[in-house]
T-cell receptor, first 117, second 112 residues
């Protein structure tokens, strides 16, 4: 089955800890994204990557870091510098970046709910 | 600064009737628009899209209308079914952009 897999589904973090959220896709998509959803809010872009070994900050990148060492994988690390990390995190991928000559939809994973305890 | 706005946080419709979800945008560079459906604790799933060169796109019970001059689009669901109850997100992308811009969502409840 082709798709995007996020793990874990639920994650608890203590104050001051870094945690890493996993995102894997087998759709052979070049572009991958991390969004954050808070109650009553839309999806806000944290980071995106157009190709392997390249990534760019989105609208709310502070306190987060990513890597893109493989096409299939785009892990997100929530660092202790992120002041309000409790949220629902969504990873997505698309064939190419919207607007870059292709108007393609993004496919989303099932999300990871991160809670700071 | 919210470039995609869904001003109705919620909507309740009777089964069999039409559901109309609205979306406004401010960025005139947006040229591709999408609707996503989302259930609680799940990722959004793509529903339907429309390019700025069109004013209407239809897929089964779902139709999206685009009014470029008003910077407004709407999603029509007819007939509405209880399984349509979910949060619907409007999203847009610009030819010079890099990712989708999402609205805050409208929670649709279809009652039997």
């Amino acid at each position: 089955d082709g798709g995007i897999t996020q793990s874990p589904k639920y994650l608890f973090r203590k104050e001051g800890q870094n945690v890493t959220l996993s995102c894997e896709q087998n759709l052979n998509h070049d572009a991958m994204y991390w969004y954050r959803q808070d109650p009553g809010q839309g999806l806000r872009l944290i980071y995106y990557s157009q190709i392997v070994n390249d990534f760019q900050k989105g609208d709310i990148a502070e306190g987060y870091s990513v890597s893109r060492e493989k096409k299939e994988s785009f892990p997100l690390t929530v660092t202790s510098a992120q002041k309000n990390p409790t949220a629902f995190y969504l990873c997505a991928s698309s064939i190419d970046v919207p607007g870059q000559g292709g108007s393609t939809e993004a496919f989303f994973g099932q999300g990871t709910r991160l809670t700071v305890v | 600064d919210q470039q995609v706005k869904q001003n109705s946080p919620s909507l309740s419709v009777q089964e069999g009737r039409i559901s109309i979800l609205n979306c406004d945008y401010t960025n005139s560079m947006f040229d591709y628009f999408l609707w996503y459906k989302k259930y609680p604790a799940e990722g959004p799933t793509f529903l339907i899209s429309i390019s700025s060169i069109k004013d209407k796109n239809e897929d089964g019970r779902f139709t999206v209308f685009l009014n470029k001059s008003a910077k407004h689009l709407s999603l029509h669901i007819v007939p509405s079914q209880p399984g349509d109850s979910a949060v619907y997100f409007c999203a847009a992308s610009a030819i010079s952009g890099y990712a989708l811009n999402f609205g805050k969502g409208t929670s649709l409840l279809v009652t039997p």
